[in-house]
T-cell receptor, first 114, second 110 residues
Framework: EAQVTQNPRYLITVTGKKLTVTCSQN?????MSWYRQDPGLGLRQIYYSMNVEVTDKGDVPEGYKVSRKEKRNFPLILESPSPNQTSLYFC?????????????FGPGTRLTVT | SQKIEQNSEALNIQEGKTATLTCNYTNYSPAYLQWYRQDPGRGPVFLLLIRENEKEKRKERLKVTFDTTLKQSLFHITASQPADSATYLC?????????FGKGTRLSVIA
C-alpha cells in the first residue's frame, strides 16, 4: 500500500530534550516536506527536500533540522525543543515539487513540549 | 507579497444544498491549483487538481473552477451530506513548492 508513515504519532517531552520524528515513504517520491499546523495559522512549511541530499528552508525553519540521506526517509530533528514548538506535524511526499503533482500526507505527529 | 486566501474560516450548510468554497490568490501565476480535504487530527487528502487552461473539473459531486483573470478558484460540493463535513484546503505554487491556504471548515447540517 502506498503510504507515508510517521513516528511517533504522539510525543510529550520537556524543553531542551533532543528529539527526532521519522518520516518514510514507499512511493519512490523525489519531493518530501515537513509542515506544522497550528489553530488559525494553517499548514506552514518547515523544510523541504527536492531529492536526496537536497534540502531547503520553508517558511518556519527556526529550531528545526532535517536530513535526506536516502530517498525514502526524511527525519525532522528538534535539537532543543521549546514550548512554542508544540504543534501537529505532518510529513508529505510527492513525485515532484511542482503543483502538477499531488502530495501524500502522513498521519501526523502531535508534539507537546512542556 | 504572495497570498492565498480562502473565503471564510467556517461555512455551515444544510444537507442537500450545494456548498461553494472560494480560494483567492495574489502575486502567484500558478499553472495548477489543487484542493485537499482534511478531517480533524488527520493529514490532508488530495481531491482534485485543475490546470490553468482548464475552466472546470469534475469528480463525482465535486466541481472546481479556475479563473486566472480573477485569480480565483471555486470548489463546489453538490447534494452535500453530513459526511462532507471537513476542512477544505486549496494549494498552489509559482516557482516555489506547494503553498496551502488556511482552509475553510465546512459543516453540513442534517
Amino acid at each position: 500500500e502506498a503510504q507515508v508513515t510517521q513516528n511517533p504519532r504522539y510525543l510529550i517531552t520537556v524543553t531542551g530534550k533532543k528529539l527526532t520524528v521519522t518520516c518514510s515513504q514507499n512511493m519512490n517520491h523525489e519531493y518530501m516536506s515537513w509542515y506544522r499546523q497550528d489553530p488559525g495559522l494553517g499548514l506552514r512549511q518547515i523544510y523541504y527536500s527536492m531529492n536526496v541530499e537536497v534540502t531547503d528552508k520553508g517558511d518556519v525553519p527556526e529550531g528545526y533540522k532535517v536530513s535526506r540521506k536516502e530517498k525514502r526517509n526524511f527525519p525532522l530533528i528538534l535539537e532543543s525543543p521549546s514550548p512554542n514548538q508544540t504543534s501537529l506535524y505532518f510529513c508529505a511526499s510527492s513525485l515532484s515539487w511542482t503543483s502538477s503533482y499531488e502530495q501524500y500526507f502522513g498521519p501526523g505527529t502531535r508534539l507537546t513540549v512542556t | 507579497s504572495q497570498k492565498i486566501e480562502q473565503n471564510s474560516e467556517a461555512l455551515n450548510i444544510q444537507e442537500g444544498k450545494t456548498a461553494t468554497l472560494t480560494c483567492n490568490y495574489t502575486n502567484y501565476s500558478p499553472a495548477y491549483l489543487q484542493w485537499y480535504r482534511q478531517d480533524p487530527g488527520r493529514g490532508p487528502v488530495f481531491l482534485l487538481l485543475i490546470r490553468e487552461n482548464e475552466k472546470e473539473k469534475r469528480k463525482e459531486r465535486l466541481k472546481v473552477t479556475f479563473d486566472t483573470t480573477l485569480k480565483q478558484s471555486l470548489f463546489h460540493i453538490t447534494a452535500s451530506q453530513p459526511a462532507d463535513s471537513a476542512t477544505y484546503l486549496c494549494a498552489l505554487s509559482g516557482n516555489t513548492p506547494l503553498v496551502f491556504g488556511k482552509g475553510t471548515r465546512l459543516s453540513v447540517i442534517a
